[in-house]
């Protein structure tokens, strides 16, 4: 479904990712796993159209979109939930949907949509007419979500969801990102609770100073890496003579 | 003396101000920018009402609808023509975009036309007045108040009710979330740059209305009031671009007032004190805005 190659990007002098290679087949949910710096966000965002690369292919269901303007990327089937959510706070949550739903014109599918959504995230139905900045961080987050599948992504790709909210919020995150994928959503997630994440996707990729180190299934992750140093961007993280498992 | 001729004219400019604010703040919000050629929007009414004069006979209302009409188009030729390619450089290329836009019409109006003011049509009710209470009351004014409540109120509906103006909404939040939403930056900027012809054609009307007459540098006044309201006001909020105009306009009514005889030329330092003053007080403005401060074309 979604093939990146060779791909780097430059923020002026600095590469942010140098060569990010990776594919996402439909209905897989994978990881996208590194340190604070590691290129994850940089490569999310890319993908997604808010940054150009440097260089490399992006293709997405056999058409390279490399360099598209978001919109463009959005209405092939690519959605975003960014880190921080970027929920709009002066919109209210119904009108945060409605945007999300804006590559999809038909009223009547959004109020079809939004009762689904509203099924899926129920405390959203009772703030349909609050501020989306008056929500709580974990209402936010779901807010995020619900916004970006109103327009019936192919991909979803989901950028550090649990960051910042409490245990109990966390646990309700994974609850979901569980849920989206039984309903054969196609994800890539950025996250920071590494070990949560190998617990429920298929594969995961290691990405350290821009550069994929590992790629492989969440057992192939942890007998390669220690995980709990991967956020600690611990040099000693033991990849040693193996390599990447790619 | 506080009358109620003299209420109903500081409402009159503060409605005239709080349109100007909002046509400024709905293109900055989006775009970061303080387009200066907006002035110039003021000016094309008024030289379009002159021109459209001169032409068979017709009745002022039409020649005003169509004058605004231009101006929304100039506004939206501005944006396709000069700022569009533009959109991509740094916040400097596109400020100085709208200096030369500026500098350019300008100049236009000033060869194709004259550098002495032109006289334009008006409405005879700019030249009635109602007795109320007393009080002598122009008919301009009260049309002043009444076309700014009902495009205020359209707007709102615009804004509020419509896809697009959630997605303006939106993108004066956040306009790089916006697009990742799906929504065309070119869609939302060209809708921004044509609601903001549209406000300063229809203040043009009353602008040019104060003297029936239009001159090349008329738009400088009512540009240099726009970025004071909207500075009062906020500069990312389209509440506090109206709130904003409101302000100015009253305030400096007030001050006309309040003011001896021998300082009234000083009115206008009056009001810049003032406007220091609440900006001490409220750097951000009265209402505070989305704290977004990115540009992405």
Known sequence: MLTVKDLSVRYGAISAIRGVSLSIREGELVALLGANGAGKTTTLTTIAGGQKPHQGAIEFLGEQIQGRPPEYITRKGIALVPEGRDIFPSLSVVENMRLGAFVRRSRVEFQRDLAEMIELFPILGQRLRQAGGTLSGGEQQQLAIARALMCHPRLLMLDEPSLGLSPLLVDEIFALIGRLRARGVTILLVEQNVDRSLDIVDRAYLLRTGRVEAEGTPDQIRALVDVEGIYLGDRRTPLGDQGALR | ?297
């Not at chain 2, 004069?53 to 169509?66: D, E, F, H, T, Y």
């Not at chain 2, 970025?227 to 105009?245: C, D, K, N, P, Q």
């Not at chain 2, 006309?256 to 750097?283: D, H, S, Y």
């Open chain 2, 1 to 297: 003396m506080i009358t109620l001729d003299f209420l109903v004219n500081a409402l009159s400019l503060g409605s005239t101000y709080a349109l100007l604010a909002l046509g400024m703040v709905i293109v900055y919000g989006i775009l970061n920018l303080v387009n200066f050629a907006y002035g110039e929007l003021i000016m094309i009414a008024g030289y379009s009402l002159f021109v459209l004069s001169l032409g068979p006979s017709l009745p002022w209302i039409v020649m005003a609808i169509l004058s605004v009409g231009v101006a929304v188009l100039t506004s939206y030729l501005t944006e396709r023509v000069a700022f569009r390619p533009v959109r991509q450089s740094s916040p400097t290329a596109m400020l100085i975009t709208s200096f030369a836009v500026s500098t350019l019409l300008q100049n236009a109006a000033l060869l194709i036309i004259s550098p002495r003011a032109r006289g334009v049509p008006l409405a005879r009710l700019f030249s009635e007045s109602l007795q109320v209470l007393g009080a002598t009351i122009p008919l301009r004014n009260l049309l002043a108040i009444g076309t700014s409540v009902v495009l205020l109120a359209l707007l709102v509906v615009l804004l509020r009710t419509t896809v697009l103006g959630i997605a303006l909404r939106a993108a004066s939040d956040n306009f790089r979330m916006t697009r990742m939403l799906g929504v065309p930056a070119n869609l939302v900027i060209s809708a921004a740059f044509a609601i903001s012809g549209l406000l300063a054609g229809v203040v043009g009307m009353f602008w040019v209305g104060r003297t029936a007459s239009v001159t090349p540098t008329i738009g400088a006044a009512p540009l240099l009031v726009a970025f004071v309201a909207t500075v009062i006001g906020g500069m990312r909020s389209l509440e506090g671009a109206v709130v904003g105009g409101y302000v100015y306009g009253i305030l400096f009514s007030f001050i006309g007032v309040l003011l001896p005889q021998g300082l009234l030329e000083f009115r206008e330092a009056f009001m810049f004190i003032i406007v220091i003053l609440i900006l001490l007080l409220r750097p951000e403005g009265l209402i505070r805005g989305a704290y977004s401060t990115r540009r992405i074309g």
